[in-house]
């Protein structure tokens, strides 16, 4: 049998743990080129009652602003600006979402006011559970303009 001394086994030691890390680099890589899972992320927003009509209420934990519309219906609106995805803020005072980066605005659907973003915020599907809002974040919605349809209706 053949001895190792302290100087191979802490070189081998070293080796391994470099082998590992570099194979745990890689197949995340591999994972991340991967579609979209289709898997659904549900956040619990609250009860429904919670929201008054025409406010919107930041999730900044889950990177999301909920709009309760004046007729009911809600919307989750991603906080990454279409343009470049920096966060975007709610202006109060303007009434809109604005980008600190690139001055790109957004009305309170996520529709583009003002240029440099071409096309509205993504958004999250809603659904609704005992009285509660969730907001379906593992699958962010692409989209061009805002829809009648994106709106979610308890």
Same mark, same amino acid.
């Given at each position: ?47 429904? $009652?919670? =929201? &008054? %009509? ?7 934990? /889950?990177?999301?602003? !909920? ?36 001055? $790109?605005? =957004? &009305? %309170? ?7 440099? /973003?071409?096309?509205? !915020? ?33």
């Amino acid at each position: 049998m053949k001895k190792i001394n302290r100087r191979k086994f802490f070189r081998g030691l070293i080796y391994s743990l470099v082998s590992l890390e570099f194979g745990y680099v890689f197949f995340r890589l591999l994972k991340l080129n991967k579609p979209a899972s289709a898997e659904a992320i549900y956040y619990d927003a609250g009860e429904v $009652s919670f =929201f &008054e %009509k025409g406010r919107v209420y930041p999730f900044g934990s /889950a990177r999301f602003f !909920l709009y309760r519309m004046e007729d009911g219906g809600f919307i989750a609106l991603s906080s990454r600006c279409t343009h470049l995805g920096c966060i975007v803020q709610f202006n109060a005072s303007n009434d809109r979402f604005e980008c600190p980066c690139h001055a $790109s605005a =957004f &009305e %309170k659907n996520g529709r583009v006011i003002t240029s440099p /973003a071409t096309r509205a !915020l993504d958004y999250y599907p809603i659904a609704f559970k005992d009285d509660k809002v969730l907001v379906d974040t593992g699958n962010p919605v692409r989209r061009s303009k805002f829809d009648q349809s994106q709106v979610m209706y308890v």
